[in-house]
């Protein structure tokens, strides 16, 4: 009976040296998961920040619109402001 106990003593001080390791791992785990929670509240204040797809698209439409304005009307902006338009001849 006595081999028997010693095994198991054995096997107790196995575990209890697994166990202290695991709790290691656990705290270094809490820590690292801090840390990533720290980062994603830092994340989520940037991206807070920035303009939405409403805005970008609303801001390109307009954009396109008044590129588009001048090129319709661009001979008479030229006009009002007193350039010349040129013309291409063909001369011989």
């Not at 001080?13 to 656990?26: G, M, P, Q, S, T």
């Not at 939405?52 to 396109?64: E, N, R």
Request: glycine share 4%; proline share 3%.
């Amino acid at each position: 009976m006595e081999p028997r106990i010693a095994r198991l003593e054995a096997s107790v001080d196995h575990i209890e040296r697994d166990i202290a390791e695991l709790k290691l791992d656990v705290r270094e785990f809490r820590s690292d998961m801090r840390d990533v929670r720290e980062r994603q509240i830092r994340l989520e204040e940037k991206v807070a920040h920035l303009p939405g797809k409403g805005f970008i698209v609303t801001s390109l439409l307009i954009s396109l619109a008044v590129i588009t304005a001048l090129l319709a009307f661009q001979g008479q902006i030229q006009k009002y402001a007193g350039f010349a338009s040129v013309v291409a001849t063909d001369t011989p």
